[in-house]
């Protein structure tokens, strides 16, 4: 088996709650093989698709909004699960991870595996900051996303990978 084993941590840290994800990607520095690929994106569905390929393992951390919410809530996903989750036909704009997710399947673009970690969030405000039942959350969705890369890693160098 080849490939890399990518983290995309999603989000902007200047959007309170919707930092989670680049929060985690600093978090899991040191704390994972040299070898991953650590990465934030602001989500962008074609910048998303240019950073993986067919052969990799992508982990995805980020702050969802769920209505009615429940703020500080893990969920993770697989690639199946996340696609499901599109509101409506993938196009070229206006996408979320669901739909970036759908338009990398039709575009035969989706890597070997994906695990999406992510959290639900409270206040998608401007500035800096976590609220604090995501800010309670982070160490156990940091704590899932180095359980899934150390997981990978290990599938990838077993001699049966």
């Given at each position: 088996?080849?490939?890399?084993?990518?983290?995309?941590?999603?989000?902007?840290?200047?959007?309170?709650?919707?930092?989670?994800?680049?929060?985690?990607?600093?978090?899991?520095?040191?704390?994972?093989?040299?070898?991953?690929?650590?990465?934030?994106?602001?989500?962008?569905?074609?910048?998303?698709?240019?950073?993986?390929?067919?052969?990799?393992?992508?982990?995805?951390?980020?702050?969802?909004?769920?209505?009615?919410g429940s703020p500080g809530r893990l969920h993770t996903l697989d690639a199946e699960a996340t696609a499901?989750?599109?509101?409506?036909?993938?196009?070229?704009?206006?996408?979320?991870?669901?739909?970036?997710?759908?338009?990398?399947?039709?575009?035969?673009?989706?890597?070997?595996?994906?695990?999406?970690?992510?959290?639900?969030?409270?206040?998608?405000?401007?500035?800096?900051?976590?609220?604090?039942p995501v800010l309670a959350a982070l160490p156990e969705l940091v704590h899932r996303v180095a359980a899934?890369?150390?997981?990978?890693?290990?599938?990838?160098?077993?001699?049966?990978?």
């Amino acid at each position: 088996m080849t490939g890399r084993v990518v983290v995309i941590g999603v989000g902007n840290p200047y959007r309170r709650d919707d930092g989670a994800g680049p929060a985690v990607v600093e978090a899991l520095r040191g704390q994972v093989p040299e070898d991953t690929l650590l990465t934030v994106s602001d989500g962008e569905p074609g910048r998303m698709l240019g950073l993986w390929d067919a052969q990799d393992t992508v982990v995805v951390a980020e702050t969802v909004h769920a209505h009615p919410g429940s703020p500080g809530r893990l969920h993770t996903l697989d690639a199946e699960a996340t696609a499901r989750c599109a509101s409506g036909p993938a196009s070229s704009h206006g996408l979320g991870l669901g739909e970036t997710v759908a338009l990398a399947a039709a575009l035969d673009r989706m890597p070997r595996e994906l695990v999406v970690h992510a959290v639900q969030g409270a206040d998608f405000g401007l500035g800096p900051g976590l609220s604090a039942p995501v800010l309670a959350a982070l160490p156990e969705l940091v704590h899932r996303v180095a359980a899934t890369v150390h997981a990978a890693h290990l599938r990838l160098r077993s001699p049966s990978g």
